[in-house]
C-alpha cells in the first residue's frame, strides 16, 4: 500500500470503520443472544440430564430385552443422520465444523442419508451426493420441544419403516463461552455406551444414584417393576427420551452458534481497529512526507531565486 | 409422621419441582399411582392427566402430559414435556388447542395427522377438565 495517496488512505479508514461498526454491533446482538439462550440451555439441562440418567438406568436394568428400539439390526445397509447447523453464516468456523464432522462420520457407512436441521446443513448436503429426505429450516433462534417432536416423528418413522437401520445426531456441544464441539451422538438403536458421551455428565448425579441403586440392593430391592411391561414401557418411553435428546442437541447448538459469532465479531472488530491503527499511521506518514517535500519544494524555490 | 418422599419433576423448559413430599398421585399408563416413602423400584411411562401432592397436609394439583416416572426409595422423578400448576393453566390457550385439533380431526387427512391432532386434543381437554374442575 505503499504507494497510496493521502486521499486513498483516507477512504480506506473510512471503510475499515464502518466495517467495524457493523461487527460490533453485531457482536453485541450476538452476546445478547446468547445470554438470552444461554438462560434457556441451562433451564433445558436437567430435563435433558433426567432423561439421560432414566434412560441409562433402564438399559442396565433391562439387558436382554428384545425390543426393536433397542436391539441393533443384524445388517446396517442404509445410515441416517441429524445435522443440526445454523441458519446464518459470520460465526467462525461453527457450521463447517459441525457439518464436517457429520460428513467424515458418514464415510465409513456403506450408505446415508441425511435430516438437514438449519439452511447451512442444507447448504452443505444438498451440493453433495447425499440423499436429503427432508429438511427442517427456519427454526427459531431459540429452539421450541415442539420442534424436536417434529424431528423425532420424521426420523423415528422412518426407521420404523425399515428404511434406515440406525440413526445419529450430530449437533455442537457447547461446553463453555469459547469451547463447543461437534458431537456424533447414536440415536436409534439405543447405545448405552454412546449415551454416557453424551451432553454434560453430572458426577455427583451419578454418583447420587449410584449411591441409591447400592442401597436398594442392601435392601433387597433391586428388582425393578416395569409396568405395565419391560416392551410397553420402553416402546411408550423412547419417543419422549428421542425428543429430549434432539431438543437438548438443538439447544447445546442454538447456544454455541451464538457463542460463535460473537467470537467471531470479536476478533473481527479487533481486527477491524488493527487495521485503522496501520492505515492511520500510514496516512499520517504520508502527510508527514507531503509536507516535507512541500517544505523542500519552497526552500529549493527560494534558493533557486537568489 | 413417615418419612417423606423426594418428588422431582422435570419438563423441557424448568425444574418443575424438587421438593419434599408427604404424597404424590400421578397417572400412569395403567392407571393413577400413588407415591410414598419406599414405595417399591417401579418404571412407568406417565400419561396425560393429573398429579396430585400431598405436602403437610396440603393439597396442589398439576396438569401433566406425557413422560415416564420413575420411583426408587426415597426419590422419585417424573420426567414429562409439559406440566404446570392448575392455577397457572393458560384456558384461552387450552381452548383454542381444543378447536384447532376438533377442526384438524374434522378434516379427513392422513393418519399421522390424525394420530397427532387426538394427542393434542388429550392434552386440551386434560388442561380444560382440570380447569373446571378446579374452578368449582
Request: aromatic share 6%; charged share 30%; net charge negative.
Amino acid at each position: 500500500m505503499a504507494g497510496l495517496g493521502m486521499r486513498d488512505i483516507k477512504r480506506r479508514i473510512k471503510s475499515v470503520k464502518s466495517t467495524r461498526q457493523i461487527t460490533k454491533a453485531m457482536e453485541m446482538v450476538a452476546s445478547a443472544k446468547l445470554r438470552k439462550t444461554r438462560g434457556r440451555l441451562e433451564e433445558s439441562r436437567p430435563f435433558t440430564r433426567a432423561w439421560k440418567q432414566a434412560v441409562l438406568g433402564f438399559l442396565g436394568e433391562l439387558q436382554g430385552t428384545e425390543h426393536p428400539l433397542v436391539t441393533p439390526r443384524e445388517t446396517i445397509k442404509k445410515t441416517g443422520y441429524i445435522v443440526i447447523a445454523g441458519s446464518r453464516g459470520l460465526c467462525g468456523g461453527y457450521n463447517t465444523n459441525v457439518v464436517k464432522q457429520a460428513w467424515e462420520h458418514m464415510q465409513e457407512k456403506k450408505a446415508t442419508c441425511v435430516v438437514t436441521v438449519g439452511q447451512k446443513s442444507w447448504e452443505y448436503f444438498s451440493r453433495r451426493e447425499v440423499e436429503v429426505p427432508r429438511s427442517f429450516l427456519g427454526l427459531a433462534e431459540v429452539p421450541d420441544f415442539i420442534d424436536a417432536q417434529e424431528i423425532r416423528r420424521f426420523c423415528l418413522e422412518k426407521y420404523q419403516a425399515g428404511e434406515v437401520d440406525e440413526i445419529y445426531l450430530v449437533y455442537t456441544n457447547f461446553e463453555s463461552t469459547i469451547s463447543y464441539k461437534p458431537k456424533v451422538l447414536k440415536l436409534i438403536p439405543l447405545d448405552e455406551e454412546a449415551l454416557e458421551t453424551c451432553f454434560h455428565t453430572d458426577k455427583s448425579l451419578m454418583e447420587e444414584e449410584q449411591m441409591r441403586h447400592e442401597a436398594a440392593v442392601k435392601d433387597d430391592w433391586e428388582l425393578t417393576i416395569y409396568e405395565p411391561s419391560d416392551a410397553e414401557v420402553l416402546g411408550r418411553v423412547v419417543p419422549g427420551y428421542l425428543d429430549s435428546m434432539i431438543y437438548g442437541g438443538l439447544m447445546e447448538s442454538a447456544v454455541s452458534e451464538q457463542a460463535a459469532r460473537r467470537v467471531a465479531m470479536e476478533s473481527a472488530t479487533s481486527n477491524a481497529e488493527d487495521m485503522i491503527d496501520k492505515l492511520q499511521l500510514q496516512y499520517n506518514r504520508a502527510r508527514q512526507a507531503a509536507i516535507t517535500q512541500e517544505i523542500a519544494e519552497i526552500v529549493g524555490g527560494a534558493e533557486a531565486l537568489k | 409422621m413417615a418419612a417423606k418422599l423426594h418428588l422431582e419433576i422435570v419438563s423441557p423448559d424448568r425444574v418443575f419441582l424438587d421438593e419434599e413430599v408427604d404424597m404424590a398421585v400421578v397417572r400412569t399408563a395403567s392407571g393413577d399411582v400413588g407415591l410414598m416413602n419406599e414405595h417399591i423400584p417401579m418404571v412407568a411411562p406417565v400419561a396425560v392427566g393429573r398429579i396430585k401432592i400431598v405436602q403437610e397436609g396440603k393439597v396442589r394439583e398439576a396438569a401433566c402430559a406425557d413422560g415416564v416416572l420413575k420411583i426408587r426409595g426415597d426419590h422419585a422423578l417424573v420426567i414429562t414435556e409439559a406440566v404446570e400448576w392448575i392455577e397457572e393453566i393458560d384456558i384461552q390457550r387450552a381452548r383454542k388447542a381444543r378447536e384447532r385439533a376438533e377442526e384438524r380431526l374434522k378434516a379427513k387427512s392422513d393418519q399421522v395427522d390424525i394420530d397427532r391432532a387426538k394427542a393434542a386434543l388429550t392434552k386440551a381437554l386434560n388442561r380444560i377438565q382440570q380447569y373446571e374442575h378446579h374452578q368449582k
